[in-house]
């Protein structure tokens, strides 16, 4: 449960403040010992948010794993690597772990159905993945300059509509404090969103725990005109609390190429709008932790934008002249501040 501050202004040029649950994820599984080293393991998740919020299913997985590795098949929820190097201590409606809103500097997370071989080497962790976009993608408007919001239909289990699927290759090597990681997506595409064929991402990342402080980087790059994108975090601990500082930017500005099909197909990937310009997000953040499984922790966000037609506003952005209102294409004005002050439990 937490008191917060939405980042986006709303009707009438104020913030939606007040209080709310966000993070309320309920989780399930059974695991069966198959002899010889092997087990096999079912997992499936539902989102509880309360207050009229519809329960939603979350994660749905099997997973066999044995001398060879885990093999893991299912509809699973994928915020990427770059999330992965935060602190884990600044949170946000709009900042982080979000499927369902773009206005971030990083790409938002996605629902995305796998085929994953996990496979360990020594310290490095080999992972090979095949996965399908499940959904069905339409997008209002037919420019460049993009007008409307785009929106996914969910398939009730019907299979890749989008006609998007990837493969995706990683590395990741742990040893003692150090982490380092590699990984890249390869696109490919049939149908209206045949743009994306052969589009490539790529993404490095990092983290030393030097005790008194654990660092982070990742850096992501993107065929196609997607922007560059960029994170760095400190987290520091100091008894039960641990005080975090995370900034992350979409560098330059990225143009995804295609009209309307290319701007359904960049927020299908997770990717920037037709037409984002560069962006950042400087937060910080700290967690009490009472016990393992009660904690408290308050975030604080700015967020910064390059003006109209960004990820933030759609059409004119009026705040530059102080009217922080809805703008002229009845979206609402840039993003500002957000912050939350949450107490938590897990069981």
Not at 24 to 48: F, N, P, Q
Not at 151 to 162: D, E, F, L, Q, R
Not at 231 to 238: G, N, T
Request: net charge neutral; hydrophobic share 35%; proline share 3%.
């Amino acid at each position: 449960m937490s008191w917060q501050q939405d980042p986006k202004f709303g009707a009438g040029g104020s913030h939606t403040q007040g209080l709310r649950v966000q993070d309320g994820e309920i989780y399930v599984s059974a695991t069966e010992d198959l002899g010889g080293g092997m087990s096999a393991t079912a997992r499936g998740g539902l989102t509880i948010r309360g207050r009229g919020t519809a329960i939603a299913d979350r994660d749905g997985t099997v997973t066999l794993m044995g001398p060879f590795g885990a093999l893991t098949a299912g509809s699973v929820r994928s915020c990427g690597n770059l999330v992965t190097v935060q602190s884990g201590v600044v949170t946000g409606t709009r900042y982080s772990g979000n499927e369902d809103v773009n206005e971030v500097p990083l790409d938002k997370c996605s629902m995305v159905d796998v085929v994953t071989l996990a496979i360990p080497v020594g310290p490095v962790m080999l992972t090979g993945t095949y996965g399908e976009f499940g959904g069905t993608v339409t997008y209002p408007g037919a420019n460049a300059a993009i007008t409307g919001t785009p929106t996914a239909a969910p398939t009730s289990g019907a299979g890749n509509t989008t006609g998007i699927t990837f493969t995706d290759l990683q590395g990741v090597y742990k040893a003692g404090p150090l982490m380092l990681g590699a990984n890249s997506t390869f696109f490919g595409a049939v149908g209206a969103l045949k743009i994306v064929d052969g589009m490539v991402r790529t993404r490095v990342f990092g983290s030393y725990d030097a005790g008194v402080a654990k660092f982070g980087l990742g850096y992501q790059v993107k065929t196609g005109g997607a922007a560059d994108q960029y994170v760095a975090s400190v987290a520091v601990p100091r008894g039960n609390a641990t005080f975090g500082l995370d900034y992350t930017a979409r560098a330059g500005q990225g143009v995804f190429d295609g009209g309307a099909a290319g701007a359904g197909a960049a927020y299908t990937l997770s990717s920037a709008r037709d037409g984002d310009k560069a962006s950042s997000s400087l937060g910080v953040g700290m967690t009490y932790s009472f016990s393992k499984t009660t904690t408290v922790n308050a975030s604080y966000i700015t967020y910064t934008d390059a003006g109209a037609n960004s990820k933030f506003s759609k059409g004119t952005d009026l705040s530059a002249a102080g009217i922080n209102t809805l703008n002229a294409a009845g979206t609402a004005a840039i993003l500002d501040t957000e912050y939350r002050i949450r107490l938590m439990k897990a069981f």
